[in-house]
């Protein structure tokens, strides 16, 4: 699908949320569609219904790239900020009715260990792993290994820290020099604030996901087939496989 037709379709549905996000943090909303063309590639594998578990559904963005990637799957999104969960039911309510979508209010982890073993086709995810401390993360990836198929996948869009510090960080400064810009521009002192304490969580060492150490985890846990792709700053797509 072009950039063009997603951009009808999103702001059609989430409205408000995606011009606010692309105004922000574009490359988020690449990162979105590059997560939904990725289970689009591997439903046209299948035959069968997908069971696919999204992580971090958010205000719905990345679910409806997911929903529309395969008619035939069935899609779990898990959030545990209400707030935003809210919005995405209310977006997305027409494929809860279809019986195509369901919520979950757990946090990530508790999500995965109410699963079942190998009962997951696909685990997708954008911009969420980055938010969680190492040692959640680390137990994290381990259910998702766990909860996954043989021949399942993992997809994530998210923050990839570059292995080199020095360049790493002085692409964080340009980032924050750009979202000065346009957040001051457009009068929108307090998410600018909102969003550079979130950055200094992002790059707190207790958080930071730094791209070797990412994915020797998921070899660690198993997975092979380990590729990280459309790389762009500090922005890029993870996928693993589950042998």
């Known amino acids: 699908m072009s950039a063009k037709k997603y951009d009808a379709l999103f702001s059609g ?23 939904g063309d990725t289970l689009k590639d591997y439903a046209a594998t299948k035959t069968e219904t997908l069971n696919v578990v999204e992580l971090g559904g958010g205000t719905g963005i990345t679910t409806l790239a997911l929903l529309n990637a395969s008619e035939n799957m069935h899609l779990l999104s898990v959030d545990n900020e209400p707030v935003m969960q809210n919005q995405a039911k209310a977006h997305l309510n027409a494929w809860v009715e279809s019986g195509k979508l369901t919520f979950s209010e757990n946090d990530a982890l508790i999500a995965l260990k109410n699963l079942p073993n190998a009962s997951v086709d696909v685990i997708a995810s954008a911009y969420t792993l980055h938010n969680f401390l190492n040692t959640y993360r680390t137990e994290v990836i381990g259910e998702i290994f766990r909860v996954l198929k043989s021949g399942g996948q993992f997809i994530n869009g998210d923050r990839y820290a570059l292995d080199d510090i020095s360049q790493h960080t002085r692409i964080i400064q340009d980032e924050i020099a750009a979202c000065f810009r346009v957040l001051t521009a457009e009068n929108k002192l307090d998410l600018l604030e909102h969003w550079v304490i979130h950055v200094l969580s992002d790059e707190s060492e207790n958080h930071i996901m730094r791209e070797a150490v990412a994915l020797q985890e998921l070899h660690n846990a198993g997975f ?20």
């Not at 549905?13 to 997560?35: F, Q």
């Not at 092979?224 to 459309?230: I, K």
Request: contains cysteine; glycine residues 2%; charged residues 20%.
């Open 224 to 243: 092979s087939e380990v590729n990280l792709a459309d790389r762009i700053t500090l922005n890029a797509l993870v996928t693993a496989i589950k042998a």
């Open 13 to 35: 549905i989430i409205g408000e949320e995606y011009d606010m996000l692309n105004l922000t943090c574009p490359l988020a909303i690449k990162m979105s569609h590059l997560v």
